[in-house]
T-cell receptor, first 110, second 112 residues
Framework: QKEVEQDPGPLSVPEGAIVSLNCTYS??????FMWYRQYSRKGPELLMY????GNKEDGRFTAQVDKSSKYISLFIRDSQPSDSATYLC??????????FGGGTRLMVKP | NAGVMQNPRHLVRRRGQEARLRCSPM?????VYWYRQLPEEGLKFMVY????????ESGMPKERFSAEFPKEGPSILRIQQVVRGDSAAYFC??????????FGDGTRLSIL
């Protein structure tokens, strides 16, 4: 079993839709949860970072963590074609290595 | 641009040659991490370095791969005697020592 599981997609939605991206993890020692966005041929760009259960909002993005279920989510409101990218969840427990999910490819169609 | 800088962006080597990948961290960051992204796979941790020290190399292959982060200059990931399976995108990230890491745009290594 992988430490972090993520549906690879692709996920295709119309412009303006609410997008829900999810990851599950197996190690309850994980404490810090991040979402990265990666455009083709570019490096991952940090979108959201949280360390506690609950919701964290930043503009159109909301990160949600449920430690009891080992489940994390990223919601994107009013999705735009420019949101089309691969979204990676990343988790760590000691400030060292990040453990990544495999990424979900999102396509927002105009 | 004060972001993480990696060079070269693209590197082509023949089997058996050496590959050297360079990474300059963000200004003020003294922690460097290397990750590898194989085709159709996620990012996998390789090594974590601070200035002049390897902190965690648990993700590094045992042979042919080495990394350094000297007191002066960029961090270097070195792959000796490259093989076709080394073809991948190699990403460097840096941090101030906290949990958030910022990534460069990677070096895409192709082995002929």
């Amino acid at each position: 079993q992988k430490e972090v599981e993520q549906d690879p997609g692709p996920l295709s939605v119309p412009e303006g839709a609410i997008v829900s991206l999810n990851c599950t993890y197996s190690n309850s020692a994980f404490q810090y949860f991040m979402w990265y966005r990666q455009y083709s041929r570019k490096g991952p760009e940090l979108l959201m970072y949280t360390y506690s259960s609950g919701n964290k909002e930043d503009g159109r993005f909301t990160a949600q963590v449920d430690k009891s279920s080992k489940y994390i989510s990223l919601f994107i409101r009013d999705s735009q074609p420019s949101d089309s990218a691969t979204y990676l969840c990343a988790i760590n427990n000691a400030g060292n290595m990040l453990t990544f999910g495999g990424g979900t490819r999102l396509m927002v169609k105009p | 641009n004060a972001g993480v800088m990696q060079n070269p962006r693209h590197l082509v080597r023949r089997r058996g040659q050496e590959a050297r990948l360079r990474c300059s961290p963000m200004k003020g960051h003294s922690h460097v991490y290397w990750y590898r992204q194989l085709p159709e796979e996620g990012l996998k941790f390789m090594v974590y370095l601070q200035k002049e020290n390897i902190i965690d190399e648990s993700g590094m292959p045992k042979e042919r791969f080495s990394a350094e982060f000297p007191k002066e200059g960029p961090s270097i990931l070195r792959i000796q005697q490259v093989v076709r399976g080394d073809s991948a995108a190699y990403f460097c990230a840096s941090s101030q020592g906290g949990e958030t890491q910022h990534f460069g745009d990677g070096t895409r290594l192709s082995i002929l």
